[in-house]
């Protein structure tokens, strides 16, 4: 194999179970990191409960948190393109949660 040829992507085949593909609400993410990887716990708060379980957790690599950085801002490039601009109240910023320590 010539090292000057480009190189085709390959293609991945994704499978998604029943499970998964119903998906989970979340409505607040806590994101953590140490050297070596990006920790991101998703849970859900209601008015009235005071307390919340993480539903699922993401542990990735900083370079693979980079490029989903990446790939969320394009997304919402495009979301706002097609359907006008997403408001973020200022209300939408959590106090920090009993527990955590953010640097």
């Given at each position: 194999?010539?090292?000057?040829?480009?190189?085709?992507?390959?293609?991945?085949?994704?499978?998604?179970?029943?499970?998964?593909?119903?998906?989970?609400?979340?409505?607040?993410?806590?994101?953590?990191?140490?050297?070596?990887?990006?920790?991101?716990?998703?849970?859900?708060?209601?008015?009235?409960?005071?307390?919340?379980?993480?539903?699922?957790?993401?542990?990735?690599?900083?370079?693979?948190?980079?490029?989903?950085?990446?790939?969320?801002n394009d997304n919402i490039i495009r979301y706002?393109?097609?359907?006008?601009?997403i408001i973020v109240n200022d209300g939408a910023?959590?106090?920090?949660?009993?527990g955590q320590k953010f640097h």
């Open positions: 194999m010539n090292n000057n040829e480009p190189q085709q992507p390959q293609q991945i085949n994704i499978e998604l179970g029943e499970k998964e593909a119903e998906g989970i609400y979340s409505n607040l993410a806590i994101i953590s990191h140490s050297p070596a990887e990006f920790i991101m716990d998703f849970t859900r708060i209601l008015p009235g409960v005071p307390k919340a379980r993480v539903l699922s957790r993401i542990v990735m690599t900083p370079q693979h948190a980079k490029l989903l950085l990446a790939a969320l706002e393109q097609q359907y006008g601009e910023m959590m106090p920090p949660v009993e």
